[in-house]
Structure formats: structure tokens, C-alpha cells
């Protein structure tokens, strides 16, 4: 016995042009009749929530699937899958398609050449897709552009949920983090770690989807920003203070990068903050009573 709830959609083109669109929503459990074998057009997110099955790519062999997984069904690519026939397992798929898949590929989100990813736990993802089953309802006239961003909230979720990634994150992006504003060499950074700066490249690119360079350059520039935007420190106190001893160049970065130069973002986001930016983050769930 099996139960089969799903929903699918017709995006307008309009909508295509917001990046990602979902194309459909199910959720099913029990011995589920199997899928495939089949190719599709667009991607499509299986999460695996319980019980366990197996998975075919290209080749056609089967490898076994234990909840709590991820299965990536990627256009153009053959698949075949199926609960086990006897305790069956409980699924949550999602199918989506738009432009910005192929940013999410390049970042790593959405691994087309790694089909089948164990994951830690369902519950975020789980909620993701929650979200888009709500959407769902007959009539809602923000059904797209809910379930789009739902799209973007579950790779979000999906990506997080990776089994091969600490909760805590990953130890080397908190390193690099930390020594941000120091002003090391990639090389530099590389050889406090113990790694060749191709090892630090590859381990960087696979935590945050970039090159330690770009790593490092987001999260220079976004102390730059607060400290333009906060205080009065001259520019070149600025970069300084965020690893470079030539204000010059860094002035010709953060213009390249930001789109303005370091003064003309202070002119747009300064604001006065006497005492300072708190460092402590609000709680969007409970703000502060204000009393008029």
C-alpha cells in the first residue's frame, strides 16, 4: 500500500526570468510502484525522509538508498529508482527548472555528477517543500513566486543538510574567516593549514562554491561596508583594517567589486551609531517592545 500526494504547475515566462521556478511538489510514502527507466528535461530534488530503496544512473546499476538522502535527477540524465518493495520509504520530491540553475551547479549546490547524497537530517528541507505544499492551494495568486522561493530556500536547505558537512561548519572556512583581515596570501593561508593552495582551492570551492580569493574578498568587503557605514575611520584606516596596506588599490577593488567608490558608499549608508554596531543578533521571532 502507498499514498501519493502531488501537485504541478505551469510557471508564465515572467515568472522564469525570477531565476528558479517549481514545476511540481509531491510527497508520497509507502511501496511506492517504481520510477523510470525515464530522462527528463529539468531537475528534480527527491529527499528520502525514511525506509529504503535503491537508484540506477546511466550505467544501470543499482546502488542502495537509506533514508535520510538525497536522490539529484538532473536533465538529459537516465535514471531509475524505487522504495524497497517490502518496507517501502517516505518521500518528499520537488521538480524546478530556470536560469539559475546553472549558478546553483557552479556554487555546488546541485551536484549532477554525485546523483545519490546522504544527508544528516530532513527537517529543513522538509519544511522547504512544507512551504510549497501550502502555496499549493487552488487559487492563490502568488502560487509561482511562493514556490520559487521556496525553490531557493530548499537548495539552501538541501546543501546545509549535506551529511559531509560539520554543523559547525567547515573547519577551514571558519580558519580562513578568522584570519580574513590578516593580510596572508592565499599561498600564506595554504601553508597554515598544512595544504598545497590547489588542496585549499578544491576544499574552498567545495564549502563555499568559490575560490579562497572570492572567499576572502566577501568577507573583507562586507567589514569594509560596516566600518564605512558605522563610523568615520578615514578609507585608508579601512583597508587596513580589513588586510590592505595600500588604500589605492583597495579603493580600486571595492569600486570594481561594489559598484561605487568606498566614499560614495559612505555617503549613500552612513548613519550615525553612537556606542557602535551591537554585535548581538536580534531575535526576528521576538524584537524589542518598542514604547512610544
Not at 511501496?31 to 525506509?51: E, F, K, M, Y
Not at 512551504?131 to 536547505?157: D, F, I, K, S
Not at 578568522?178 to 597554515?192: C, L, T
Not at 588604500?247 to 557602535?276: K, T
Request: glycine content about 10%; charged content about 20%; hydrophobic content about 40%.
Amino acid at each position: 500500500m502507498y499514498h501519493t500526494w502531488m501537485r504541478f504547475f505551469t510557471p508564465s515566462p515572467l515568472h522564469h526570468r525570477l531565476g528558479l521556478v517549481c514545476l511540481g511538489v509531491g510527497l508520497q510514502h509507502g511501496t511506492l510502484p517504481t520510477v523510470g527507466p525515464r530522462t527528463l528535461d529539468h531537475h528534480v530534488a527527491v529527499v528520502i525522509n525514511a525506509g529504503s530503496g535503491w537508484f540506477a544512473g546511466p550505467d544501470g546499476r543499482r546502488v542502495p538508498v537509506t533514508a535520510p538522502s538525497l536522490i539529484w535527477l538532473t536533465p538529459g540524465t537516465p535514471h531509475h529508482y524505487g522504495a524497497d518493495p517490502v518496507t517501502g520509504w517516505d518521500e518528499s520530491f520537488v521538480d524546478f527548472t530556470g536560469p539559475a540553475t546553472t549558478t546553483y551547479t557552479e556554487l555546488g549546490y546541485i551536484e549532477p555528477d554525485r546523483p545519490l547524497v546522504p544527508l544528516s537530517d530532513t527537517a529543513a528541507p522538509r519544511a522547504a517543500v512544507g512551504r510549497m505544499v501550502r502555496a499549493a492551494r487552488r487559487g492563490n495568486p502568488l502560487l509561482e513566486v511562493e514556490t520559487g522561493a521556496a525553490v531557493h530556500e530548499l537548495l539552501v536547505a538541501l546543501r546545509r543538510a549535506r551529511a559531509d558537512v560539520s554543523p559547525d561548519g567547515d573547519p577551514v572556512l571558519q580558519a580562513l574567516a578568522r584570519d580574513a583581515f590578516q593580510p596572508f596570501s592565499v599561498a600564506e593561508h595554504a601553508a597554515r593549514h598544512g595544504m598545497t593552495p590547489a588542496e585549499l582551492r578544491t576544499a574552498v570551492r567545495r564549502g563555499a562554491g568559490c575560490s579562497p580569493k572570492d572567499y576572502l574578498l566577501t568577507i573583507r568587503l562586507g567589514r569594509a561596508k560596516e566600518l564605512l557605514a558605522t563610523g568615520d575611520l578615514p578609507v585608508a584606516a579601512v583597508a587596513r583594517r580589513v588586510g590592505y596596506d595600500d588604500p589605492a588599490y583597495f579603493s580600486r577593488l571595492f569600486a570594481r567589486r561594489v559598484g561605487m567608490a568606498p566614499v560614495r558608499f559612505r555617503e549613500q549608508q552612513g548613519r550615525s551609531v553612537p556606542g557602535g554596531w551591537s554585535d548581538r543578533v536580534p531575535d526576528p521571532e521576538h524584537p524589542p517592545t518598542i514604547i512610544p
